[in-house]
């Protein structure tokens, strides 16, 4: 499975380091997150990610492969 999650802000290239396993690129004042996520374990811990480090979770989605 592929997701994209979008964050409000730009992030910093420090703070993309914590997802190391996602892409990211800013887009109109948000950073999209996308990348490949193992199972719904592995995107409940991203999720979780994003919230320990204060990110505002805009958008969520699951890509076409």
């Known amino acids: ?3 994209e999650i979008r964050v409000k ?8 380091k914590a997802f190391p396993e996602l892409d ?4 109109s ?3 999209v997150l996308f ?3 193992v199972d ?9 990610r994003c919230q320990s480090l ?3 979770v805009v958008e969520m989605r699951q890509l076409p492969q």
Request: net charge negative; charged share 10%; proline share 3%.
């Open 1 to 3: 499975m592929r997701y």
């Open 40 to 48: 719904e374990a592995h995107l409940y811990g991203l999720l979780a």
């Open 54 to 56: 204060g990110l505002v």
């Open 9 to 16: 802000g730009h992030m910093s290239e420090t703070l993309a």
């Open 35 to 37: 990348g490949p996520v």
């Open 29 to 31: 004042g948000h950073t």
């Open 24 to 27: 990211h690129v800013v887009m």
